[in-house]
């Protein structure tokens, strides 16, 4: 049997953060995750960024390495002309050493979050390969005419 080393989330950007009152902070389940896995990603500043840098029809791939071990997480931040929740993607290569601790703060991220969507581990992600796969960018998004990076 293949070890189970990959998770798929798709859920809204708001997810990403928690708010009190008018500030918002990194979703803490995602975050113990995120610093588990050696992954170095400020999630309030990319919430920022994508709700007031980027346009609806834009947004690109953004790939993050640990620099601990071999987890990697790819987020695709595409806005879509219809998508009112504001729905990323996210694929993540787990470090095989650290699968099971890995996948339950990403599942009680999940479990928390009010936009849910997909979550899916296995022992292989089609979409973290494309993704990952740099020959396929620039990407055009055919309903924006957008070239996504």
């Known amino acids: ?8 989330i798709c859920v809204s950007i708001s997810d990403l953060v928690s708010w009190v009152e008018e500030k918002h902070a990194p979703d803490a389940d995602l975050a113990a995750a995120l610093s588990l896995a050696g992954i170095d990603l400020d999630l309030a500043k990319l919430y920022d960024c ?10 690109d791939v ?5 620099a601990l071990n071999k987890s990697v997480l790819t987020m695709g931040l595409y806005r879509d002309l219809s998508d009112q929740p504001d ?3 996210a694929s993540l290569r787990l470090d095989p050493d650290l ?3 890995l996948l339950l703060w990403l599942r009680r991220f999940f479990d928390t ?6 979550f899916s581990r296995s022992a292989h992600s089609r979409q973290l390969r494309l993704l990952l796969d740099e020959t396929r ?3 055009l ?3 924006s005419g957008y070239w996504q990076n």
């Open 113 to 118: 979050a009010e936009c849910q969507v997909l």
């Open 87 to 89: 729905l990323i993607t």
């Open 141 to 143: 998004v055919d309903e």
């Open 99 to 101: 699968v099971e601790s």
């Open 50 to 59: 994508y709700i007031e840098g980027t346009p609806i029809g834009a947004g």
């Open 137 to 139: 960018y620039p990407l």
């Open 62 to 66: 953004h790939i993050y390495s640990s």
């Open 1 to 8: 049997m293949l070890p189970i080393g990959y998770a798929d």
